[in-house]
């Protein structure tokens, strides 16, 4: 049964709600919902603007390059409020660091028993103040700049939902391994031809992507039945219903390191089955202009990114897990027009291919 969208829990910073960029014939009303988030209670004093979560899910030997790129534009505790939501597996070597650099500006969460990624995530919603949410994977960084562009932007577009900016790829290390795709060459409210392309393809990250509190409240928090992917469905509901502004400045760093639980399903692949699965999701919502074409070209990219797991896990040995990712890789290949499309991309990224025995 679809939800209706409620738009009473808009916080005071806001005016008058403006229409946002939808498709023409999505019908709002029929997009996800996620677990509830109940609006802030009431406090005797005024509430932060931003709150920044640090999502600590597995993350805590990279917990202090996050928390001091954080630190390092603090705006102080009226502006911004700080905090570590951590997932119990490693508390008190969070609890140590943060007691060492914290400088008593972050505050500790912590669970009693590790819970999934989408839980952890609600979580962190669920317990932050401010009229705007960062939620900040604990592997990753925030480059200088990142909150004072947003603060002037939302300053100066109070229409708007989400800030989002561009970011860097980088490895376990650090070295930088490559850029997000330019979405802007300039500042602007994000409209159509980029809902488009993120309805096939993960295009925001956490580390650069700040949204209202309210938009949460309305929207729900991350569904548990994306465990691979709740960032891309959360995001897909958000632009579908919200405005979004984007920055094309490089402001954060999106570690590219898998989890023990992110490697499982790759092994498993059910990280695969879980993008068609999305991909039928919001593609559904849409009408037939677009639903036939986007489908086509979001399956083609889930089916590269699967060849792409194919190859790195066949290099390092692991043939079962290389033969999976391309059982998997086949089942996107929905139509000759999708066959078609992976196939023109696959002789000059995965020529690999051709000449591995068994393949």
């Given at each position: 049964?679809?939800?209706?969208?409620?738009?009473?829990?808009?916080?005071?910073?806001?005016?008058?709600?403006?229409?946002?960029?939808?498709?023409?014939?999505?019908?709002?009303?029929?997009?996800?919902?996620?677990?509830?988030?109940?609006?802030?209670?009431?406090?005797?004093?005024?509430?932060?603007?931003?709150?920044?979560?640090?999502?600590?899910?597995?993350?805590?030997?990279?917990?202090?390059?996050?928390?001091?790129?954080?630190?390092?534009?603090?705006?102080?505790?009226?502006?911004?409020?700080?905090?570590?939501?951590?997932?119990?597996?490693?508390?008190?070597?969070?609890?140590?660091?943060?007691?060492?650099?914290?400088?008593?500006?972050?505050?500790?969460?912590?669970?009693?028993?590790?819970?999934?990624?989408?839980?952890?995530?609600?979580?962190?919603?669920?317990?932050?103040?401010?009229?705007?949410?960062?939620?900040?994977?604990?592997?990753?960084?925030?480059?200088?700049?990142?909150?004072?562009?947003?603060?002037?932007?939302?300053?100066?577009?109070?229409?708007?939902?989400?800030?989002a900016a561009r970011h860097i790829f980088i490895d376990s290390d650090g070295a930088?391994?490559?850029?997000?795709?330019?979405?802007?060459?300039?500042?602007?409210?994000?409209a159509e031809d980029f809902i488009q392309r993120q309805l096939t393809a993960q295009?925001?990250?956490?580390?650069?992507?700040?949204?209202?509190?309210?938009?949460?409240?309305?929207?729900?928090?991350?569904?548990?039945?994306?465990?691979?992917?709740?960032?891309?469905?959360?995001?897909?509901?958000?632009?579908?219903?919200?405005?979004?502004?984007?920055?094309?400045?490089?402001?954060?760093?999106?570690?590219?390191?898998?989890?023990?639980?992110?490697?499982?399903?790759?092994?498993?692949?059910?990280?695969?089955?879980?993008?068609?699965?999305?991909?039928?999701?919001?593609?559904?919502?849409?009408?037939?202009?677009?639903?036939?074409?986007?489908?086509?070209?979001?399956?083609?990219?889930?089916?590269?990114?699967?060849?792409?797991?194919?190859?790195?896990?066949?290099?390092?040995?692991?043939?079962?897990?290389?033969?999976?990712?391309?059982?998997?890789?086949?089942?996107?290949?929905?139509?000759?027009?999708?066959?078609?499309?992976?196939?023109?991309?696959?002789?000059?990224?995965?020529?690999?291919?051709?000449?591995?025995?068994?393949?």
């Open positions: 049964m679809a939800h209706a969208i409620s738009r009473s829990h808009l916080d005071p910073l806001r005016p008058r709600p403006v229409p946002a960029p939808y498709i023409v014939g999505i019908d709002p009303v029929l997009v996800p919902r996620g677990p509830e988030v109940h609006p802030v209670l009431p406090l005797p004093a005024p509430r932060p603007l931003f709150s920044v979560m640090i999502s600590n899910f597995d993350a805590t030997e990279h917990l202090r390059e996050a928390l001091e790129s954080v630190l390092a534009q603090d705006l102080g505790p009226d502006v911004m409020e700080i905090a570590v939501i951590d997932n119990g597996a490693m508390s008190d070597q969070a609890e140590d660091l943060i007691c060492e650099i914290g400088r008593n500006r972050v505050q500790l969460q912590t669970r009693p028993k590790p819970v999934g990624a989408a839980e952890n995530l609600n979580d962190c919603i669920r317990r932050a103040r401010g009229h705007w949410i960062h939620v900040v994977r604990a592997k990753d960084m925030i480059r200088g700049g990142f909150y004072e562009h947003a603060r002037a932007t939302i300053v100066a577009h109070p229409e708007i939902d989400a800030f930088w391994l490559s850029l997000s795709e330019l979405e802007s060459h300039r500042p602007r409210m994000l295009r925001l990250q956490f580390v650069t992507t700040l949204v209202r509190r309210s938009v949460y409240e309305e929207l729900g928090g991350f569904r548990e039945m994306f465990r691979h992917c709740p960032d891309w469905d959360m995001w897909n509901r958000i632009i579908l219903t919200h405005r979004v502004y984007y920055d094309p400045e490089f402001l954060g760093c999106h570690r590219l390191e898998c989890s023990y639980g992110a490697e499982e399903m790759i092994r498993t692949g059910e990280n695969v089955r879980e993008e068609r699965r999305c991909l039928r999701t919001y593609c559904g919502l849409l009408p037939r202009p677009y639903a036939k074409r986007l489908y086509r070209e979001g399956m083609c990219m889930a089916a590269l990114r699967a060849l792409r797991h194919a190859k790195n896990h066949w290099r390092d040995g692991d043939q079962s897990t290389a033969y999976l990712q391309l059982r998997e890789c086949a089942k996107c290949c929905v139509s000759a027009g999708t066959i078609a499309l992976v196939f023109r991309k696959l002789p000059e990224t995965f020529g690999w291919l051709s000449h591995q025995p068994g393949l």
